[in-house]
C-alpha cells in the first residue's frame, strides 16, 4: 500500500469518533488502527466496515507503555505500508485521579471559575506508576512511546515530495508549571497528565524544527471535555450524566465543552483538510462547541518557549539511546 492513515487508540472515545468521521469525509482512506486490546479492535474494524463496506481498515497491535510492542509495532507498519500520510498520536491515560472538590467549590466562587472549569487547573491530581520499560508510566502512554514510534516510522514519513502529518491528542489542561525539565517524566510531582500534555505541546514544536525540511509537519490539538472512558474514571459516568444540564450551561461562558467524542474530534478532523505547510508550530487548535451545538475550530497561541522545546527534544533523544541500548529481547507479535 502506498498510502495510509494511521490511528492509535480508535475502539472507543475522541479515536473512535475520529476514524468514523474520517470515513464520513472520505471512504477511500486507507485506515490503519493502531491498538493494544486486538478483540476490541477486531469489533470496531467491524463496526466501521458495517457502515462503509467498501473502506480499507486494518489493525496492528500497539501498547504505548511497551518498548518492545512498539517497535515490532513500528516493523510491521513498515512491511504493510510505504508511505504515511497521517499519523494521529491520540492514546491517552489519566490513572488513579483525584478531584480536589475544596479547590472546586472555592473556585466556583471566584473570577477563575471558567478558567478553572475549562482547564482543571488546580482541580486534579494523579497516582503515578512505573512500567516494564522502567518508565514513568503517563510520560511513557501519553508521550514518549509516541514519539519512539514517530522515530521508528520516520522512513514512512519523511519524503519531501508527499509530506505527511503528525496529529497530537494534547489537552487544555497541560501546564507548564506541572512540568519540569529536571524531572520531565513527573516521577516527584502528582500532576503527571499536565505535564506530559505540556510535554506532548513541547515535543511537537521541536519536531517541527527538525522535521519540516523532511517533510513531516506535527500539529496538536485540544478536544475540550468530552464524555470518554478517560473522564469515566475521574468521576462514575452516572454522576456525569447528572450534571449533564449544568454542563450545557457552562458552554454559555465557554466554548471547550464538547461533550461528545464526535464533537470532540472536530480539530483533528479540520487538520486534515489543510495544508500542513500553512499551519504555525507553535499554535494548537482547539475542537469548540457553542451553546446551541455548533462545531468549531479556534487557534490558540502555545505557552511554549522554543529553547526549552529543544532542550527538552535533545533529552528524549538521549532517553530513546539508553532504552534502546538496554532493549536485549528478540521482538515478537503478542
Ligand atoms: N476526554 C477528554 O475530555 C479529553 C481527552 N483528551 C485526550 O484524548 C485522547 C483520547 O482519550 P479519550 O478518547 O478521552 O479516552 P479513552 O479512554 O476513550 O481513549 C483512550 C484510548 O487510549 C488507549 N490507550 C491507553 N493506553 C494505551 C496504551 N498503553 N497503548 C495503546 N493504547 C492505549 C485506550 O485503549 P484501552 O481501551 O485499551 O485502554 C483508549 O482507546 C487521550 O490522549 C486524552 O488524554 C484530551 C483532552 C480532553
Ligand atoms: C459542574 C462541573 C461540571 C463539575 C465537574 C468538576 C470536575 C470533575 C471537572 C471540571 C473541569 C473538568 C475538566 C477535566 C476533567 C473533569 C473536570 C476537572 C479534564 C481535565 C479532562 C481531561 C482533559 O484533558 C481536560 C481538557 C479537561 C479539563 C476540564
Avoid at 478517560?230 to 471547550?256: A, C, D, E, H, Q
Amino acid at each position: 500500500v502506498d498510502s495510509a492513515l494511521l490511528s492509535l487508540a480508535c475502539y472507543s472515545g475522541i479515536g473512535f469518533a475520529l476514524c468514523k468521521r474520517l470515513l464520513q469525509e472520505d471512504a477511500g482512506v486507507q485506515l490503519c488502527l493502531a491498538c493494544r486490546n486486538m478483540q476490541k479492535a477486531t469489533a470496531t474494524k467491524a463496526m466501521l466496515l458495517a457502515a462503509h463496506p467498501s473502506a480499507q481498515v486494518s489493525l496492528v497491535h500497539l501498547d504505548v507503555s511497551s518498548l518492545e510492542s512498539i517497535l515490532w509495532a513500528a516493523s510491521e507498519i513498515q512491511h504493510r505500508f510505504q508511505h504515511l500520510d497521517y499519523l494521529f498520536l491520540n492514546a491517552g491515560i489519566m490513572p488513579n485521579t483525584h478531584v480536589n472538590f475544596k479547590a472546586l467549590i472555592s473556585g466556583l466562587f471566584s473570577g477563575e471559575a471558567v478558567h478553572m472549569l475549562s482547564t482543571a487547573e488546580g482541580l486534579l491530581t494523579q497516582e503515578d506508576s512505573v512500567t516494564s520499560d522502567g518508565l514513568q508510566e503517563v510520560f511513557e502512554t501519553n508521550l514518549f512511546g509516541h514519539f519512539i514510534l514517530i522515530r521508528q516510522l520516520e522512513p514512512l514519513l519523511c519524503r519531501l515530495e508527499k509530506p505527511s502529518q503528525l496529529i497530537w491528542t494534547s489537552s487544555s489542561n497541560a501546564r507548564k508549571s506541572a512540568f519540569s525539565l529536571m524531572d520531565y517524566q513527573h516521577s516527584k510531582g502528582k500532576e503527571s497528565y499536565s505535564s506530559s500534555k505540556y510535554a506532548t505541546d513541547l515535543a511537537s514544536v521541536a519536531l517541527n524544527k527538525h522535521f519540516n525540511k523532511q517533510g513531516l509537519y506535527s500539529s496538536v490539538v485540544c478536544p475540550g471535555l468530552v464524555m470518554t472512558n478517560l473522564t469515566y474514571g475521574i468521576l462514575p459516568s452516572f454522576f456525569w450524566k447528572l450534571l449533564m444540564p449544568v454542563m450545557w450551561i457552562i458552554r454559555f461562558f465557554t466554548n471547550t465543552y464538547t461533550l461528545t467524542p464526535y464533537n470532540g474530534a472536530e480539530a483533528q478532523v479540520w487538520l486534515v483538510r489543510q495544508k500542513p505547510e500553512s499551519l504555525d508550530a507553535l499554535t494548537k487548535y482547539h475542537s469548540c462547541t457553542s451553546p446551541l451545538g455548533g462545531n468549531y475550530v479556534e487557534s490558540r497561541k502555545m505557552d511554549v518557549d522554543e529553547e526549552i522545546a529543544e532542550r527538552f527534544y535533545q533529552k528524549l533523544l538521549e532517553l530513546e539511546k539508553q532504552v534502546l541500548a538496554r532493549l536485549t529481547v528478540p521482538l515478537s507479535p503478542k
